[in-house]
């Protein structure tokens, strides 16, 4: 069965610090993999995917991902954080066609000023 | 535009009653999926259908039901048998294929008064 876990259901950082999103799947097949973010009261809008074209992933809003088998991993990253960055971020995993996604507990992020 | 609508945004229920939160996609999509969202929980897959007429429980069914009569339109029943049902529930649908990532309505939060 699939899974996701984030390390850390809060992170803050200052504004233009280094931004570092953990993200660990388990999953018996390659997985396709996916971050969405969220604001207050809106739904889910798409960052980035992992679709086995290439381990490292750039998305929308300055921020990429790393594919890293050996470790199960899909951290997202972004160099500078900026205030509108704040907001609450998911991974996600699918194994097969598209009825499957599994969401992790999801990480919310503070930028400091 | 093509997109996902939730309606209503807020919706009050009083102990007792069912209420329906209505989903419409134009999107031309095969799958819908229904989610509930609750603090420090991530996303909790309810049912989902892959195709007209066909639909499948989720990992938290019980006190939910759904119909699936249109290819556009999948509305979700909170009945009074869902014993906690105040939460933000959220529709989402995708291609019916791998490799495509789910797209998200805004959300309806539901409070039970």
């Known amino acids: 069965a699939q899974s996701v876990t984030q390390l850390g259901s809060h992170v803050s950082v200052s504004e233009g610090a280094l931004v570092l999103l953990r993200c660990n799947y388990s999953?018996?097949?390659?997985?396709?993999l996916f971050w969405y973010v969220q604001y207050p009261n809106q739904g889910l809008q798409l960052l980035l995917k992992y679709t086995s074209a290439a381990t490292l992933v750039k998305g929308i809003n300055g921020f990429e991902a790393e594919f890293k088998k050996s470790e199960t991993s899909f951290h997202l990253t972004k160099p500078s954080a900026h205030m509108s960055d704040a907001a609450e971020y998911f991974c996600?995993?699918?194994?097969?066609?598209?009825?499957?996604?599994?969401f992790g507990p999801g990480t919310r992020l503070s930028v400091l000023p | 535009d093509g997109g996902i609508t939730q309606s209503p945004k807020y919706l009050f229920r009083k102990e007792g009653q069912n209420v329906t939160l209505s989903c419409e996609q134009n999107l031309n999509h095969d799958a819908m999926y229904w989610y509930r969202q609750d603090p420090g929980q991530g996303l909790r897959l309810i049912y989902y259908s892959q195709i007209v007429n066909d639909f499948q429980k989720g990992d938290i069914a019980e006190g939910y039901s759904v119909s699936r009569e249109k290819k556009e339109s999948f509305p979700l029943t909170v009945t009074s048998a869902q014993k906690n049902p105040t939460a933000f529930y959220l529709c989402a649908s995708s291609i019916e294929t791998m490799n495509t990532e789910a797209f998200f309505g805004q959300g309806t939060r539901l409070t039970v008064v």
């Open positions: 996600a995993v699918s194994e097969s066609y598209g009825q499957n996604f599994v």
């Open positions: 999953s018996s097949v390659p997985p396709y």
